[in-house]
């Protein structure tokens, strides 16, 4: 009896790890950029709309449930595309204004349906820095996880990237 429970656990074990191999995610080849665009795993002294704003407000020693750990501090953002903060590529990019030639691409880990119709978009992070596959996005009342982060020099850069990832 004894035997079975711990081939039972050792199947379940087994399932669990092939399971979490099994989520890796694999993103549409158009957000492939590495060619065009340097691949960053963070983007650090956010500038976020050039203006060098504060976050919006602060939270100290919480913990966040999505990721699974402890933060003393997370700041967040709160950016408007009307107001030139961000903007939408499609409903699985989009690209942050940090500074007036100075833009990031973000690529979401899976599509966000109603990227397409929001104005808002607030990012939660710590110390403000925004950190691929570790920080979410908020749209829509949904939280999103970064999957790449690529740095974009110029606006004609940035133009031209939107572009190739609209297909044309």
Known sequence: MRINFVRIGLLISFLLVSACASMHVKLPVKYDLGDKLEQVPEIQDMRLGGGGRAPSF???EDHDEFIGNSIARRDTFTLSESENDWIRVDD???ILRNGPDDFYLLVLQSPVYNLMTVDTISFVNMLNVL????????IGGQRYVIERIYKIDGNDKMLAIKN????G
């Open 58 to 60: 602060l939270i100290i």
């Open 92 to 94: 699985q990019s989009l």
């Open 131 to 138: 950190r691929a596959k570790k920080d979410l996005v908020e």
């Open 164 to 167: 190739r990832i609209l297909g």
